[in-house]
């Protein structure tokens, strides 16, 4: 029992400090906005993102509110006994829990998110997508979820289910452990590249894409990359307009395929040189050079995946836990999804310790990838993009420093501001 009381008090700290992060945003937004970004909003725009924010604030409580005592209630509850008792094999047992409470989340989620789109978006502007949308987008989010939860879970079972047979009874070095994971991680990656494709078609299951037609602004975006080795053929104009009043320019990379995706509304509603200068943005990610950041990224992979192998050849020590989660929740057979649920949420504090570093990276790349765009001369465009963009979807312009440390994997709109209005100066001087 002990071992369930210390799951609550990791999934109570975990919304306690959700609930921390929304009250520091909360608190700063009633502070006056520094003079990068004051002009983003005049005094009657400001006051409908306060309210907007505000309409906003006790839907979020509830929401994690509900989401803890759920948690909660499955965890205390004889759930996870029942579904054993009422389960033939290991791998029906795994997957109906996880469809299960994939289910169950997915109904709250459902609420939550039709009241955010239709009683408080649609209010100020957000929103344009039709209830029929809504649902067949949520319906693609959540199967997409569900298949990739599925795969994952059918993959774990299988290779725990037959590995006392490869090993002959456990009875391997470390070395034939690492050669093992090492081949496992192969057949993991494999999976998780199909996974990918499919989320790929889901995406344009959700837009309509269509080639971006040759002529001056083809031609535009070719220049732009001419001094990158790695180049976008695909260039894709999407239907974002239909759906809300978000712009945005993306760039998706997939082993060898990467494809330029530009909102339809972006294109119409913003000057040329804007254009551009987003553009520049995501073509300055094609010509990133990695320094000992990035490859510090990669060590951390290593040394989770020695981890794994160390744990790996060490059977006892999976036995003792697996026990150790069965007499807890009453189960005689082994649910892969209790167990990986278990050691996810035990290892939380250290998964959001790195997400921290690796949030850092990534927002070093995205002002490298902003200086990409001063350097060809867009970046009072790039300037004014973001302050439409921010003006246009209400966004946050200055989180607390410390809310952008812990969350935030782009620099906070008054920061790109002022770290674009910087290079400028040094780029005339």
Request: aromatic content about 14%; overall charge neutral; some cysteine.
């Amino acid at each position: 029992m002990m071992i369930k009381y210390f799951l609550a008090l990791l999934l109570v700290l975990h919304t306690a400090f959700d609930v921390w992060i929304y009250q520091c945003m909360w608190k700063q937004r009633r502070k006056p906005l520094p003079a990068s970004v004051a002009d983003v909003y005049d005094e009657t725009r400001y006051q409908t993102f306060i309210d907007y924010k505000t309409d906003c604030r006790k839907p979020y409580y509830i929401s994690e509110g509900l989401s803890l005592c759920i948690d909660l209630f499955i965890l205390f509850s004889p759930f996870y006994t029942w579904m054993d008792q009422h389960t033939a094999n290991v791998y029906t047992l795994t997957l109906m829990t996880a469809l299960i409470l994939i289910m169950i989340n997915a109904v709250t989620a459902a609420f939550f998110a039709y009241h955010r789109t239709f009683l408080i978006e649609q209010k100020y502007g957000l929103n344009k997508r039709t209830k029929k949308e809504f649902w067949k987008d949520y319906l693609i989010d959540t199967g997409m979820g569900a298949v990739i939860m599925v795969c994952v879970l059918s993959f774990i079972t299988f290779v725990c289910e037959h590995i006392r047979g490869w090993t002959g009874d456990f009875s391997y070095t470390f070395g034939q452990t690492f050669l093992l994971c090492v081949g496992l991680a192969l057949v993991g990656f494999v999976i998780m590249l199909v996974l990918s494709l499919l989320s790929l078609v889901a995406l344009m299951a959700q837009y309509s894409f269509t080639e971006l037609e040759d002529g001056p602004l083809r031609q535009r975006i070719m220049e732009l990359q001419k001094d990158s080795k790695k180049k976008v053929k695909h260039i894709k104009i999407y239907n974002e307009s239909k759906k809300t009043n978000s712009k945005n320019a993306f760039l998706m990379k997939l082993l060898w395929f990467r494809m330029f995706g530009i909102a339809d509304n972006f294109i119409l509603e913003n000057a040329q040189n804007e254009l551009y200068a987003v553009l520049s943005h995501e073509i300055g990610h094609l010509k990133h050079k990695k320094d000992i950041f990035n490859y510090s990224k990669y060590g951390i992979l290593a040394l989770g995946f020695l981890l794994v192998v160390g744990v790996a050849s060490h059977p006892a020590i999976i036995w003792q836990f697996n026990s150790l989660v069965q007499n807890t929740f009453g189960s005689l057979k082994t649910n892969y999804y209790l167990s990986l649920y278990v050691i996810m949420t035990i290892f939380e504090p250290i998964s959001m310790l790195i997400s921290v570093y690796f949030n850092a990276i990534s927002r070093r790349e995205e002002k490298e990838a902003d200086m990409n765009a001063v350097k060809e001369g867009y970046g009072r465009e790039l300037i004014n993009t973001f302050k439409k963009i921010s003006d246009d979807e209400l966004v946050d312009l200055n989180p607390p420093q410390v809310v952008e440390i812990l969350k935030y994997d782009h620099p906070s709109m008054v920061h790109r501001i002022e770290y674009i209005e910087k290079a400028m100066e040094e780029q005339i001087y």
